[in-house]
């Protein structure tokens, strides 16, 4: 049972929307990443947060932002969406040290046509 | 930056048979960890292996590290029709606490 959620779990987007990805963790974690994947492809870093008020980018660079208002959430926005930012986004988190590896939500599907 | 590269990219046995995937890192590690992904889904954390451990068992699962090869390689045995998905080495590089994703393997278990 996921104890990270991810809403929506499907997004098709018209370009130019605004949208905001939700992921919200019960667990504590201090530490969350946002990953980008294409289909059947490796992950990529575009965000993340060792805790709150403190957001990096990643190792891609991307136009989305991200927020770290609260410990459990941890937002991320595209003010203007565009059709190269279809993909998968994954949400994740883990604890302090790293003892037993990341927990991943079950990602949302953005499509902008 | 890709860190991890998985070999075979695709993967295809019987049920019953063993499956191995290999997993090969450019940069000294703090430790590896192997995820499994089934279609269009999350990621699931399946084991972690530190940098002073050689091997590491779970149920099924055995996992090797050798460090001077910078590689190390995931054993599912006896492997089941629901074990189909993508698995994922990924390394927390030395100095790092950002873990970097290979390409996966994609395995397919026959029934």
């Known amino acids: 049972e996921a104890d990270i959620y991810q809403t929506p779990r499907y997004l098709v987007i018209g370009t130019g929307k605004k949208i905001t990805l939700e992921c919200s963790q019960t667990?504590?974690?201090?530490?969350m990443y946002w990953y980008q994947q294409d289909p059947g492809m490796e992950l990529h870093l575009i965000h993340y947060?060792?805790?709150?008020?403190?957001?990096e980018k990643g190792d891609l660079s991307s136009e989305s932002t991200v927020s770290r208002i609260r410990t459990e959430h941890f937002p991320l926005t595209l003010e203007s969406a565009r059709p190269s930012h279809t993909s998968q986004y994954l949400c994740?988190?883990?604890?302090?040290?790293?003892?037993?590896?990341?927990?991943f939500g079950s990602g949302t599907r953005l499509t902008v046509v | 930056s890709q860190q991890g590269e998985e070999d075979p990219q695709a993967l295809s046995i019987q049920e019953g048979e063993n499956a191995t995937m290999n997993c090969s890192y450019k940069?000294?590690?703090?430790?590896l960890q192997w995820y499994r992904q089934n279609s269009g889904r999350g990621l699931v954390h399946l084991i972690l292996?530190?940098?002073?451990?050689r091997e590491k068992h779970s149920g099924r699962l055995r996992v090797t590290l050798d460090t001077s090869k910078k590689s190390s390689s995931l054993l599912i045995t006896a492997s089941r029709a629901a074990d189909t998905a993508s698995y994922f080495c990924?390394?927390?590089?030395?100095?790092?606490?950002?873990?970097?994703f290979g390409k996966g393997t994609k395995l397919t278990v026959n029934p």
């Open positions: 947060s060792y805790g709150v008020n403190s957001t």
């Open positions: 292996i530190r940098s002073n451990e």
């Open positions: 990924a390394t927390v590089p030395g100095g790092s606490e950002k873990l970097v």
């Open positions: 667990m504590g974690h201090d530490k």
């Open positions: 940069t000294s590690i703090n430790n």
């Open positions: 994740a988190s883990s604890e302090k040290g790293q003892r037993y590896g990341y927990t």
